[in-house]
C-alpha cells in the first residue's frame, strides 16, 4: 500500500509532494534543497538496483535545480521509459531541453502536456521559457492551458453581464444617490458588486451563471438581509432579468445596457401577488465614472 501511494505521489506531484521519510532516502534532503546528497544517495541505490526509476526521479530533479540540464534529462528520460510519467516529469524535461537548446524536444514535453489537460500556464510565462517566448507551437500550448485554466473567460453564457462592469455614479432623478463598483472575481466566473448609497448603509452582490440551471444568479446581501435572485427561463426584459422570491413579496430586477451612451438603467419593481402585477420601486441610471 505504501509503495502504492509512493507512485501515485511522483506521478502526479513534484518530489515535494510529502513521501514519508521513512519511504524515501530522498526526500529529507532534497527539501532541504541539498541535492548534491540526494544524487550520491541516488547514485549508490542505483549501483544496487539499476532500475529503481525514484532514484532516477530524484536525480533528474536535483540535476535539473542544479542547472546540470543534460544529466537531468538523462535520468528524466529512464524515468519516463521506466512508466512513470506525469506532468511534472514533462515540465521538468521541458526546462531542461530549454536550457540545452532544443526547443523541438521541450515543445513535445509541453505538448504531451497540454494534451494531459493541466494548465500550468502561468509557469510558462517564467524567463526559463523565454527562449520559445515567440515559437507558434508554444504560444498555442500556452493559450491552450490559459483557457483550461480560465473556462469562464471563453463562455459567452458567462459573459452576458459583462456590460454591467465597471465604476459607476449612480442617478434617480437626476440625483446623484450612489457610487457602484461591479468587478470579476474568481477567475471571471462571478461578478461582485459593492453598492454605496449616500448617506446610508451601503450593500453587496454576487452574481454568477449556474452552469447547471443554465441561468444567472444572484445573491444580495444588505442591512442584515439577503435575497436570492434568480434569471428565469421564461420572462425576458432588457439585457439581464432576475426574480427574487420572497413568501410574501416577490422582488424583479432589470438592468437595460445602452452602448451608445455606455450607461446602465436599472429597475427594481415588487409584486405582491406572486408576479402577476408589478409595482416600480427604483429607477436608477448607472453612469461610468471618467477614468
Known amino acids: 500500500m505504501k509503495k502504492a501511494l509512493i507512485t501515485v505521489c511522483l506521478i502526479i506531484f513534484i518530489p515535494q509532494c510529502g513521501i514519508s521519510q ?5 526526500q529529507p534532503d532534497f527539501n532541504n534543497k541539498d541535492y548534491e546528497k540526494v544524487i550520491t544517495t541516488a547514485k549508490k541505490q542505483l549501483k544496487i538496483n539499476p532500475k529503481d526509476s525514484m532514484a532516477s526521479y530524484f536525480m533528474g530533479f536535483s540535476y535539473s535545480n542544479l542547472k546540470q540540464h543534460k544529466k537531468a534529462i538523462k535520468n528524466l528520460e529512464a524515468v519516463k521509459k521506466s512508466g512513470l510519467t506525469g506532468p511534472a516529469i514533462f515540465l521538468r524535461l521541458a526546462i531542461s531541453y530549454t536550457a540545452e537548446n532544443q526547443p523541438d524536444n521541450a515543445l513535445v514535453q509541453l505538448e504531451t502536456l497540454d494534451s ?4 500550468f500556464y502561468k509557469r510558462l510565462d517564467k524567463p526559463e521559457f523565454d527562449a520559445l517566448r515567440d515559437n507558434k507551437r508554444f504560444i498555442k500550448v500556452r493559450e491552450s492551458m490559459y483557457k483550461r485554466a480560465n473556462p469562464c473567460k471563453f463562455s459567452d453564457s458567462y459573459r452576458q453581464f459583462d456590460f454591467w462592469l465597471g465604476e459607476w455614479d449612480v442617478y434617480a432623478q437626476h440625483q446623484k444617490i450612489a457610487e457602484s463598483s461591479i468587478t470579476n472575481t474568481n477567475g471571471d466566473c462571478g461578478i461582485l458588486e459593492n453598492w454605496r448609497p449616500i448617506g ?4 453587496n452582490s454576487i452574481s454568477y451563471y449556474d452552469s447547471n440551471d443554465k441561468v444567472w444568479k444572484q445573491n444580495w446581501v444588505a442591512s442584515g438581509s439577503v435575497s436570492h435572485y434568480e434569471q428565469p427561463k421564461t420572462e425576458t426584459d432588457g439585457d439581464m432579468l432576475m426574480i427574487a422570491k420572497g413568501p410574501n413579496v416577490w422582488f424583479r430586477m432589470i438592468w437595460y445596457y445602452n452602448k451608445e451612451d455606455d450607461t446602465v438603467r436599472q429597475v427594481q419593481e415588487s409584486s405582491s401577488d406572486q408576479g402577476q402585477t408589478w409595482t416600480k420601486a427604483f429607477d436608477g441610471l448607472y453612469k461610468r465614472k471618467s477614468e
Open 22 to 26: 521513512n519511504n524515501s532516502p530522498y
Open 116 to 119: 494531459l489537460q493541466f494548465a
Open 200 to 203: 446610508s448603509n451601503g450593500g
